[in-house]
């Protein structure tokens, strides 16, 4: 293994500053300006929806298979949905031909820098953000840095969750999005966005926002998203969207809903009515409906046959249009576009102060951890071959010993957050979006060693 690392590195290098013999399909990359995404001249409203079949128990990249994207780009394309989000991919893979056929059916893609191996460990997330972690964070994105419809990477998702303690990992969080700026930069990469996907944490959604938006202007994400499930088929008022909409008011980041799509009522989607009307443009930018597959936690709404089987590897059976979800979302896609005009957003990207510690917040310093002094070689080098899905992962990477940080990693230890620190297995409102997949599945042994990530 080791032999080999050093030359695929070097031809992953080369990879990166020759010119693709490929030809591209024309798409203009998504840029920021103020508080909102824009297409060249034209606001860009997120108007998409979550994918990663098989969720996490299978953690199966599907934009490396085109047995699995072709026919879900065509269900896409029924859809009328402008963006994806993937949540697990193989950073050691070729993704040229389902980007370029995502790109072809203007398509954009946002991507979970983090996989379930390597990931932060929100339970304890000092000596995880090290530089085997950074190494395949950074591989992530020399993957899909190349293609024009890579729109954002996320650089977490739901690792701050409702226990105060989990608020301690925003710093290590904050810091990988920090790095993953950086490295874009020093690639010479187009400004690929990058922000983090908070969850439905009503307690310090507001803080985390605010954190993310505060200090130096390498340390500010470019975005910031957040997971929301108080829709249940009601309206902007009876969901509490229009206090969402007051609090966020001013805050100088492009925001959208990372996932939105509660269960409890037959879903008509109207939230896409409110995200696209007066009433939200100004401060949103749309956002991503939870999800396409149907997944055991029950939010997909095409069944992949014999998707379910074997641990979910598989995931390239018949497509089945579920009733009346699927024709709802096309139905709403079509009855409520993208408004035309600028949607009233506000033309100054304004910082916000760091939150203070108080009952629901721990962090006390806005001081962020160093970058680990030996992942700050790929900087210059790159970060040379990713290790994929299936790697040694990298929690409890040799290297964490010498990672120097600014605050104190023993606060947060012995806080374990639910032993599997997973994402998404208890939301705020619980019930309301069930459990994860993985917490159904045979893969808990192998969450619990490798801590945070979840769908
Ligand atoms: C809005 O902010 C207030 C004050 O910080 C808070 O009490 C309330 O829960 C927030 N509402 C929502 C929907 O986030
Ligand atoms: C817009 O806001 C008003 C006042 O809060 C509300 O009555 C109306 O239902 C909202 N419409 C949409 C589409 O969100």
Redesign the pocket.
């Known amino acids: 293994m080791k032999s080999v690392t050093l030359l695929s590195a070097l031809a992953a290098a080369a990879a990166t500053v020759q010119a693709s013999p490929h030809k591209r399909a024309d798409i203009e990359p998504i840029t920021t300006s103020g508080n909102a995404f824009f297409k060249g001249k034209e606001r860009f409203y997120v108007r998409g929806i979550d994918y990663q079949p098989g969720g996490a128990a299978a953690d199966v990249d599907p934009l490396a298979d085109t047995k699995v994207c072709k026919p879900d780009i065509e269900k896409f394309k029924k859809l009328g949905i402008n963006s994806i989000r993937v949540y697990s991919v193989d950073n050691s893979k070729d993704h040229d031909e389902c980007m370029e056929e995502l790109a072809k059916a203007g398509i954009y893609v946002m991507i979970d820098a983090n996989n379930p191996r390597y990931s932060i460990n929100r339970a304890d997330p000092h000596p995880s953000y090290n530089a085997v972690y950074l190494q395949s964070v950074f591989a992530t994105i020399d993957a899909f840095a190349k293609y024009p419809n890579t729109m954002a990477f996320f650089s977490g998702n739901e690792v701050i969750h409702d226990e105060k303690e989990t608020t301690y990992a925003a710093k290590y969080v904050k810091a990988v999005d920090r790095d993953m700026r950086a490295y874009i930069k020093a690639r010479g990469y187009r400004k690929i966005l990058v922000g983090y996907s908070a969850a439905d944490v009503t307690m310090n959604r507001l803080q985390t926002a605010s954190y993310f938006n505060c200090g130096t202007e390498e340390e500010r994400s470019d975005f910031f998203a957040f997971n929301d499930y108080s829709w249940c088929t009601t ?3 009876t969901s509490g969207w ?1 206090q969402k909409v007051k609090n966020f008011t001013g805050y100088g980041l492009p925001i959208f809903l990372s996932e939105y799509g509660c269960i409890h009522n037959t879903r008509n989607f109207r939230e896409i ?2 995200l696209m ?1 007066k ?2 443009t100004a401060v949103y930018s749309g956002g991503l409906m939870y999800e396409y597959s149907m997944e055991p936690n029950k939010y997909g709404i095409v069944k992949i046959k014999g998707g379910d089987v074997k641990g979910g590897v598989d995931q390239t059976g018949a497509r089945e249009e579920l009733k009346p979800e699927f024709q709802n979302l096309v139905d709403a896609m079509k009855k409520y576009p993208a408004p035309s005009g600028d949607g009233g957003y506000s033309k100054e990207r304004k910082a916000s102060e760091c939150p203070q510690p108080d009952d629901h917040w721990m962090i006390e310093s806005s001081a962020l951890p160093d970058m680990p002094e030996k992942a700050k070689q790929y900087l210059t080098n790159g970060a040379g071959k990713g290790p994929g899905l299936k790697g040694d992962g990298s929690q409890w990477a040799a290297d964490s010993a010498s990672v120097s940080e600014g605050g104190k990693p023993t606060d947060a230890k012995g806080q374990v957050v639910g032993g599997a620190s997973g994402s998404n297995d208890q939301d705020e409102n619980a019930g309301v979006r069930g459990q994860a997949p993985f917490l159904v599945s045979g893969a808990v042994a192998l969450m619990t060693v490798f801590g945070i990530f979840a769908l």
Request: glycine letters at 0%; aromatic letters at 12%; a negative charge.
């Open positions: 309206d902007f008022v229009d009515e409110s009307h009433n939200m």
